[in-house]
T-cell receptor
Framework: DQQVKQNSPSLSVQEGRISILNCDYTNSMFDYFLWYKKYPAEGPTFLIS?????DKNEDGRFTVFLNKSAKHLSLHIVPSQPGDSAVYFCAASEVFGNEKLTFGTGTRLTIIP | GAGVSQSPSNKVTEKGKDVELRCDPISGHTALYWYRQRLGQGLEFLIYFQGNSAPDKSGLPSDRFSAERTGESVSTLTIQRTQQEDSAVYLC?????????????FGSGTRLTVV
């Protein structure tokens, strides 16, 4: 039972345009959400997070939006850069913090120069 | 060290053999996690250590899997009588207990191939 779903396995975006990565979840107990970025042969690196008390969190070019009623979150990257090409994982936790994250299957983002 | 260190980076083993994977977390990080990623799948939680508390083993897939942690430092994940379905990248991560908003720091993983 996949509690965190990333339905797009891949996404290609032109450099300079906006990249939008989507994530849906089914567990209404999830209270904290994170995005991780992963390059080949490396571990995932933390990108940005949001708690359920917010609907938006922004950090530079990265913005995460949370729609609790729809159980949906998205990551916006603008403008997209070639270095953003990576696999992006959405993750969720039932408690604030880092305990036992449930990850999605990832979306491979390719930025086209 | 500066980051989370895992060894070996790659391991090929024969079905039925035991393997031991090692993780050195970031110094001072009280929480340590093991995840695995099988081909085409997301990261799957295995086990979580927090200080001197009893570990959360709820993600271990079978009793062939076990993990230990020495104090707040090194952890080893042991898989006994390996099976082909154990083939995956095993990722270790650590975090400061109070660093709630900043996520884990992952190591580069151990790629385990069972042949």
């Amino acid at each position: 039972d996949q509690q965190v779903k990333q339905n797009s396995p891949s996404l290609s975006v032109q450099e300079g345009r906006i990249s939008i990565l989507n994530c849906d979840y089914t567990n209404s107990m999830f209270d904290y959400f994170l995005w991780y970025k992963k390059y080949p042969a490396e571990g995932p690196t933390f990108l940005i997070s949001i708690s359920s008390i917010k609907d938006k969190n922004e950090d530079g070019r990265f913005t995460v939006f949370l729609n609790k009623s729809a159980k949906h979150l998205s990551l916006h990257i603008v403008p997209s850069q070639p270095g953003d090409s990576a696999v992006y994982f959405c993750a969720a936790s039932e408690v604030f913090g880092n305990e036992k994250l449930t990850f999605g299957t990832g979306t491979r983002l390719t930025i086209i120069p | 060290g500066a980051g989370v260190s895992q060894s070996p980076s790659n391991k090929v083993t024969e079905k039925g053999k035991d393997v031991e994977l090692r993780c050195d977390p970031i110094s001072g990080h009280t929480a340590l996690y093991w995840y695995r990623q099988r081909l085409g799948q997301g990261l799957e939680f295995l086990i979580y250590f927090q200080g001197n508390s009893a570990p959360d083993k709820s993600g271990l897939p079978s009793d062939r899997f076990s993990a230990e942690r020495t104090g707040e430092s090194v952890s080893t994940l042991t898989i006994q009588r390996t099976q082909q379905e154990d083939s995956a990248v095993y990722l270790c991560a650590s975090s400061l207990r109070t660093q709630g908003e900043d996520g884990y720091t992952f190591g580069s993983g151990t790629r385990l191939t069972v042949v």
